[in-house]
């Protein structure tokens, strides 16, 4: 056992992870605080090590959800996916494949997480795994900014966390450019403008949700999400 896997890190000693981090350690709308080993966002894992996979179980990861298309996950494969240890979702998010994205899609990254989160058929799948998981959950996609940041919004939006904190947590998701683009195999075609964290872009989501469902809860009931999922999530993760 790792004795540095029992801390709470708000993003973890990883070398291979850029943008592993908790989300634990927030205040909820009732007051308490989300739990810390619950749930984490991530970039891409595809180059994480041995010792890092044994990390990752020893801080209490049982269940991954990864965000990314096939055009994403047949050229950077999740080490977890052959860990008998994890259970391994796949679940791509986005509503066209990242590697025909374009400028003018780049442009008005807002109006994509709007897409996501109005187009995407997979939202209700993503929760149900989320609801029915065992242990610490780590959903991911390649950079960790845009899918994860949507499903990061989701969750802490769920529990009363304050838009401040929602776009916050967003933020810090910023990207060094140079780095990800020097990943091996990643489409040439993805505009440098994705590539960066944009406040505009989450609170366009966020401020969506509320115009249009007044609560991320109801926006949840309304991807027919059962309320008994949404209760679970609601209790796995505050304290």
């Not at 965000?67 to 796949?90: K, Q, V």
């Not at 683009?181 to 989450?202: H, T």
Request: net charge negative; with cysteine; glycine share 6%.
């Amino acid at each position: 056992m790792n004795n540095k896997a029992q801390l709470n890190w708000v993003r973890l000693p990883l070398k291979n992870l850029e943008n592993c981090r908790e989300l634990g350690g927030y205040e909820t709308g009732n007051g308490s605080q989300t739990k810390w080993h619950t749930f984490l966002r991530s970039d891409n894992m595809a180059s994480i090590n041995a010792e890092e996979i044994e990390f990752l179980k020893d801080y209490g990861v049982k269940t991954v959800i990864d965000l990314r298309g096939d055009d994403e996950t047949s050229i950077h494969r999740n080490p977890l996916s052959n860990e008998d240890s994890c259970d391994y979702h796949n679940i791509p998010l986005a509503v066209q494949p990242v590697s025909e994205l374009n400028e003018d899609v780049a442009e008005t990254m807002g109006e994509f997480y709007v897409s996501v989160l109005e187009e995407s058929k997979t939202i209700k799948e993503v929760f149900d795994v989320i609801a029915n998981s065992e242990g610490g959950l780590i959903f991911h996609c390649m950079a960790g900014k845009d899918r994860t940041g949507i499903i990061a919004m989701l969750l802490l939006g769920l529990v009363g966390v304050s838009k401040k904190d929602i776009v916050s947590n967003y933020e810090v998701t910023y990207t060094n450019l140079e780095s990800f683009q020097n990943i091996k195999g990643l489409p040439a075609r993805i505009p440098e403008s994705y590539l960066y964290s944009n406040r505009d872009y989450i609170l366009k989501a966020y401020n969506h949700i509320m115009d249009n469902y007044q609560s991320i809860e109801d926006y949840l009931l309304s991807k027919d999400i059962a309320q008994e999922s949404i209760d679970k999530i609601k209790d796995k993760f505050t304290a």
